[in-house]
C-alpha cells in the first residue's frame, strides 16, 4: 500500500503540528432597543457586502478554506522542488486537505548536512543527496518514509543559434521536434578539454565552450552534471578508487569553474528577457524547460523558439525524494503518491509523473504536450542511462572541485 518507501526500525516519530482552531461563535438576542438603533446601522450596510464578498472570494480562490476546523501548517526543507508547493493550484489542493505548507529552501546537499529539527519533511532534489539523508537518519536511529512521486531528468538548456552551431561542429543533431536536441558528451568535453571558443564556432561570443551550472556544494544538478563529465572524461565509465576519482576531479575542475559558478537561480536567469547574455548553456531540469513552454503558449499562442534544450546521449535521471519525517509529512507523501488533482497539476508543471509501484506511463508527457500544441522531446525511459561515480567518490569529487566544506 505504500509504494516506494524506505523505513527506519523503531517507532514514528510523533507528529509537529501547528493547528488553527475553528473560532468559537456565540449568539446573543439584542434588546428591543436595539432594533430602535436600526437607521443607524444602515450607513454601514455597503461595507458588510463588501466585507462579505470578499470573504466568498478568498474561499472561491483558495485562499481561505470554508471548513477552518483543523489546518495544519508543516513545516519542510526543500530544494529546487519549492516551485511545485509555491505554485497557487498545488496550494490550493493542499488547502483543501487541510494542509498548508511553510518552506526553508536550501540547495540539495546542504538538507544532507543541516540540522533536521522541527521540520515534517525534507526534499532532495535527487537520489545522491536523498541517500545521504536517509542513511544519516538510519544512523541516528529516527523513523521516516521516502516517496518518489515524480521525476526530472537533468538537461542542457541553450539557444537555438548555440545549438545550432554544435550541430554543424558535430557535437549535437537535431530531434523531430523543434525544441530539442541531441549531445554527444564525448564530443561536448572534447570542446572543453582543448579550451573551445565559441567565436570559433561561428558565435559572437568569445567565451569556453562550457555549461554553466549552480555551486556544486549547493546543488543537485551541479553535483550530477560533475559526475556525468567525469565518467565521459574517464572513458565513459565510473572511476571506482578514491585515488582514480581525485585524478578525475583535479582535471575536470577547470571545465567546471572557469565561467565561474553561482548560487543564483539559474532556471530563473535563463529565462529571463536577457537570459542570453547570462550563459549560452545551462544545466537545468527538463521540468523547468517545459513548463516555460507551457506558460509561453497559454499567454502567446507560441511556443518560445529562441529557446531550446540538450538532451545528453546517455540520460541524467533526477529522482527528487520527498521525506515524511513525522506523521504530518507521512501524510503529505502519500497525497503527493496518491491525489488525482496533484498528480495532473505536477505532470502540467512539465513533470513526469510516476506511479506508486514506481513505474511510468511513458507517454503521459507526450500525450500532454501534444494536447497543448507543443511538441514533445524524443526521449524514453528505456534509453541508456549515464553511469555516475558511486556516492562516496562523487562527494570527494564535489568537496575537491568546489572545495566544499566537509
Not at 510523533?14 to 482552531?21: G, H, K, Q, S
Not at 556544486?216 to 578514491?242: I, K, Q
Not at 527528487?320 to 501524510?331: A, C, M, N, Q, Y
Not at 511538441?375 to 575537491?400: F, R
Request: include cysteine; glycine fraction near 10%.
Amino acid at each position: 500500500m505504500w509504494g516506494n518507501f524506505f523505513s527506519t526500525p523503531g517507532g514514528r516519530v510523533a507528529a509537529n503540528r501547528t493547528t488553527t482552531e475553528e473560532p468559537s461563535l456565540t449568539i446573543i438576542r439584542p434588546p428591543r432597543s436595539a432594533f430602535r438603533r436600526k437607521r443607524f446601522l444602515v450607513p454601514f450596510v455597503p461595507s458588510v457586502l463588501v466585507a462579505l464578498i470578499g470573504v466568498i472570494s478568498l474561499v472561491v480562490s483558495g485562499n481561505v478554506v470554508l471548513k477552518l476546523d483543523r489546518i495544519v501548517v508543516l513545516e519542510g526543507k526543500i530544494a529546487s522542488k519549492a516551485e511545485f508547493f509555491t505554485d497557487d493550484a498545488v496550494r490550493r489542493i493542499l488547502m483543501s486537505h487541510g494542509i498548508q505548507v511553510h518552506l526553508t529552501q536550501v540547495g540539495s546537499r546542504e538538507i544532507a548536512t543541516s540540522d533536521l529539527d522541527g521540520y515534517d519533511f525534507v526534499f532532495p532534489s535527487g537520489k545522491p543527496t536523498g541517500l545521504l539523508i536517509r542513511n544519516r537518519l538510519q544512523e541516528e536511529g529516527k523513523s521516516f518514509i521516502a516517496y518518489r512521486p515524480f521525476f526530472s531528468p537533468v538537461v542542457l538548456a541553450s539557444f537555438r543559434d548555440y545549438a545550432e552551431a554544435l550541430v554543424r561542429q558535430g557535437t549535437a543533431k537535431p530531434q523531430p521536434g523543434p525544441l530539442y536536441y541531441d549531445l554527444s558528451m564525448d564530443g561536448f568535453v572534447g570542446l572543453m578539454r582543448e579550451g573551445t571558443t565559441w567565436r570559433k564556432l561561428g558565435q559572437d561570443n568569445g567565451n569556453l565552450v562550457l555549461a554553466q551550472t549552480p555551486d556544486v556544494c549547493w546543488s543537485n544538478t551541479a553535483g550530477t552534471y560533475l559526475g556525468l563529465v567525469a565518467s565521459v572524461t574517464n572513458g565513459n565509465r565510473a572511476p571506482v578508487t578514491e585515488a582514480e576519482a581525485l585524478d578525475l576531479a583535479t582535471k575536470i575542475k577547470p571545465w567546471l569553474l572557469s565561467q565561474g559558478m553561482s548560487n543564483e537561480d539559474i532556471p530563473r536567469m535563463y529565462f529571463a528577457p536577457e537570459g542570453r547574455g547570462f550563459a549560452p548553456v545551462v544545466v537545468i531540469y527538463e521540468h523547468q524547460f517545459l513548463a516555460h513552454q507551457l506558460r509561453v503558449k497559454a499567454q502567446t499562442g507560441a511556443v518560445d523558439a529562441k529557446r531550446v534544450l540538450l538532451y545528453p546521449e546517455a540520460q541524467l535521471q533526477s529522482v527528487p525524494e520527498f521525506i515524511g519525517l513525522t506523521e504530518s509529512g507521512v501524510r503529505l507523501g502519500e497525497l503527493l503518491t496518491a491525489d488525482p488533482a496533484l498528480r495532473k497539476r505536477a505532470l502540467e508543471l512539465g513533470l513526469r509523473v510516476l506511479q506508486r509501484d514506481g513505474t511510468l506511463y511513458e507517454r503521459q508527457v507526450s500525450e500532454f504536450l501534444g494536447e497543448h500544441g507543443i511538441d514533445p522531446p524524443a526521449i524514453g525511459v528505456g534509453d541508456t542511462e549515464a553511469v555516475l561515480p558511486a556516492l562516496p567518490l562523487l562527494e570527494k569529487m564535489i568537496v575537491e572541485v568546489g572545495g566544499c566544506k566537509r
